[in-house]
């Protein structure tokens, strides 16, 4: 009952559109022997505006279709019947259609627009409280070292290292809204070299501390040859995945990280315990902006797997994330294109 | 003696930071703001390292390193907000002999110094051995011990580690190593590098993927560290 009252709410444009039609039918035939057959064509584009407004292309032509019948039956001579003897009177049906057709276009784009504002919007609502979390951890840390001078060694330490993992946690962040512009500028080019993956794991691993990562992380590596690809993208993929699984495992859990190779492509796993995700959210994960649910206490601006997607994508290789024994597995496979020879 | 580094910053808050941490370490400094200052300071200060920014008011960096360079081979630290990987490298390549970006730790900053001077030092008085931790090696017997036992490597990988290490603590761009070790007309060969590299790790680290010695600077080239 709630869905078929939702469903009319979405479509009731429609029965309003067919009211309005019935009316303008009225109008014209108690008044077609003052009206001339402009005026009541003139009249019977009306609906059709109101309905290409919504955007539809499909609605727009069916109403359209259903005006162009109704003048010609009832208002073009001869009148009741569907032939038409003045070639101008077909012109004018085209026209209805085409003019339809331009609105809807137009108000698809404005649509569009405003897509990209909400986008915009809720980009800058993350991003301000993901930086002025830790910004207000700085000041605050900051101040009540400055107004207390007799805090104990102890405290200072805690305050200043809050302070130190505040700026890294912002510094991680700045840079993944810069990759991420760059990124989304579709003429990015990348630069191919030689990598090795195991150096850009190393490379990754140095942006956390020691200790997150001896205690959880499991490292299992084949032999791997030189990869075709780039290296600073790489290398941000890595750190993304990385800092997904660490952000979003449980307390106590591993992380299993694994780089296979494959004759004709590499394959990337990391997989970490969580609470299971269903299907339909584990297709949007890498969409910008997403973020499990009831994660409001972790930071994080659900930037970085789309910007794995993207840097997957860049490489013509796919992502996807898998679920499987109580945790989600991300999967990278990456296409080999060029073997290396020394 | 009090070893006298020159600071070439212009942005106000960051020579302040420096200067503080300069002095709490017990080094003396001279600072300016702009490159024409730099020079006639550097002449007539001769000081034992210089702490430059990029991009100063008059005028680029990589232009003061190479002047620089003419006259002197005192170590140079860059420091840049540029995160830019292509214009770290080429001043790296004009002679810079490492470089740190902004925001950055002062210790860690202070580590670098520390290690620059130290070089800059021993240069003087090339040695025939070398240590570092449980790695030796010797020039001119040309053995390379690990723990106690004779460490069987390449001619190349020899030449790579001893350019590391002789090198020590300084950012070496991938052209600079690829130019050194391989030659003239290798310098744009990654390939060997990479896998030079690897597999040099396997046997000097204790953990290959969590390098401890030959670490690498993304983008821009290795860092043969000691601490």
Aim: glycine content about 4%; hydrophobic content about 40%; charged content about 25%.
């Amino acid at each position: 009952m709630k869905l078929l009252f939702s469903k009319y709410k979405e479509h009731k444009y429609i029965v309003n559109i067919f009211g309005l039609l019935i009316f303008i039918t009225l109008i014209s035939h108690l008044f077609r022997n003052h009206l001339d057959v402009i005026n009541i064509t003139l009249l019977h584009i009306i609906p059709v505006i109101i309905v290409a407004i919504n955007g539809k292309l499909r609605s727009t032509l069916l109403i359209a279709f259903i005006c162009v019948i109704l003048l010609n039956f009832l208002h073009i001579p001869p009148l009741y019947s569907f032939s038409v003897h003045n070639d101008y009177h077909i012109l004018s049906f085209i026209f209805f259609g085409v003019i339809g057709g331009i609105i809807t276009y137009q108000a698809k784009n404005l649509d569009s627009q405003k897509k990209q504002n909400e986008i915009r919007e809720s980009l800058l609502n993350i991003i301000s409280h993901d930086l002025k979390t830790p910004l207000s951890t700085i000041q605050g840390s900051v101040n009540l070292m400055l107004s207390n001078s007799n805090l104990d060694e102890k405290s200072k330490y805690s305050l200043l290292e809050d302070i130190n993992y505040s700026s890294q946690r912002m510094k991680r962040l700045i840079t993944n809204i810069l990759d991420s512009t760059r990124l989304s500028n579709k003429n990015i080019d990348i630069k191919h070299q030689w990598c090795d993956f195991e150096d850009i794991l190393g490379v990754a691993l140095d942006e956390f501390s020691q200790m997150q990562n001896d205690e959880k992380l499991i490292i299992k590596i084949d032999e791997l040859s030189l990869f075709w690809g780039d290296n600073t993208l790489l290398t941000q993929l890595f750190i993304n995945l990385l800092d997904n699984a660490f952000k979003y495992s449980k307390k106590g859990t591993k992380i299993y990280f694994e780089i296979t190779n494959y004759k004709k492509h590499v394959k990337i796993k990391i997989f970490n315990e969580n609470e299971i995700i269903d299907k339909e959210k584990l297709r949007s994960i890498f969409d910008k902006f997403y973020r499990a649910e009831d994660s409001n206490d972790i930071l994080g601006s659900g930037i970085g797997l789309s910007i794995c997607k993207s840097i997957v994508k860049l490489h013509n290789g796919k992502i996807e994330a898998i679920a499987k024994n109580n945790g989600i597995s991300i999967e990278v496979d990456l296409p080999i294109i060029k073997k290396v020879r020394i | 003696m009090k070893q006298l580094i020159q600071i070439i910053e212009d942005d106000i808050s960051v020579r302040k930071l420096l200067e503080i941490s300069f002095k709490e370490y017990n080094f003396s400094y001279i600072s300016c703001e702009n490159r024409r200052v730099a020079m006639t300071m550097f002449l007539s200060h001769q000081p034992d390292l210089i702490v430059l920014d990029l991009g100063l008011p008059d005028g680029d960096g990589k232009e003061f390193i190479k002047s620089i360079r003419e006259l002197s081979l005192v170590p140079i630290i860059v420091l840049t907000a540029r995160d830019d990987e292509s214009e770290i490298v080429a001043s790296l390549d004009a002679g810079a002999d490492d470089y740190m970006t902004k925001p950055f730790f002062v210790n860690e900053l202070l580590a670098r110094i520390r290690a620059n001077l130290r070089r800059h030092s021993d240069k003087e008085a090339l040695k025939e051995v070398y240590e570092v931790g449980e790695l030796k090696l010797d020039i001119s017997s040309r053995d390379v011990i690990l723990k106690g036992e004779l460490l069987k490597l390449t001619p190349i990988e020899y030449d790579l580690l001893k350019y590391f290490i002789i090198n020590s603590n300084k950012t070496l761009t991938h052209k600079q190593i690829l130019e050194e070790v391989w030659g003239i007309g290798y310098q744009n060969e990654m390939q060997y590098l990479r896998t030079y590299v690897n597999t040099l790790r396997k046997k000097i680290e204790i953990n290959s993927t969590r390098p401890k010695l030959i670490k690498s600077v993304s983008g821009i080239g290795y860092r043969f560290s000691i601490d």
